[in-house]
């Protein structure tokens, strides 16, 4: 993967390069290297990014197909990463420690889709 198309996914998953070090177990320094270099990212680091995305799309697309049929749609955005965790909902399998921000890119994506779908959409946020 290219380094621009790497790091555009990445920031687009609300993840930082240390979530992608921890993820990958490559030093954060070298994830730097990547995304600032002209080499392609290794096939494996990109594919773990690859997966996470496909993931996030994956629950976009379902959600989308509940609300289809509805000219407006109300979306919950946990307040924090403390209030998600409290409320623990279930992510996998996305990681436990990017759970939180996949949830955010999430939210965000389906806001984008609904709107361009034509539908009202409010965001209020789940402070349990």
């Not at 921890?22 to 990109?46: D, R």
């Not at 109300?74 to 998600?84: E, H, S």
Request: charged share 25%; net charge positive; with cysteine.
């Amino acid at each position: 993967m290219h380094p621009a198309d790497f790091r555009t996914l990445r920031e687009s998953l609300f993840l930082s390069e240390k979530d992608i070090s921890m993820l990958t177990l490559v030093k954060e320094s070298q994830i730097k290297a990547w995304e600032q270099g002209s080499e392609n990212v290794p096939a494996g680091t990109a594919g773990l990014v690859r997966d996470i995305n496909a993931e996030i799309e994956k629950r976009t697309q379902k959600a989308l197909e509940l609300v289809d049929a509805k000219n407006e749609a109300t979306l919950i955005r946990f307040k924090n990463p403390a209030v998600f965790k409290r409320a623990g909902p279930d992510m996998s399998p996305i990681p436990p420690f990017l759970a939180y921000r996949c949830h955010c890119a999430l939210i965000v994506r389906l806001r984008a889709a609904l709107i361009a779908a034509g539908k009202s959409v409010a965001v209020r946020y789940f402070d349990g």
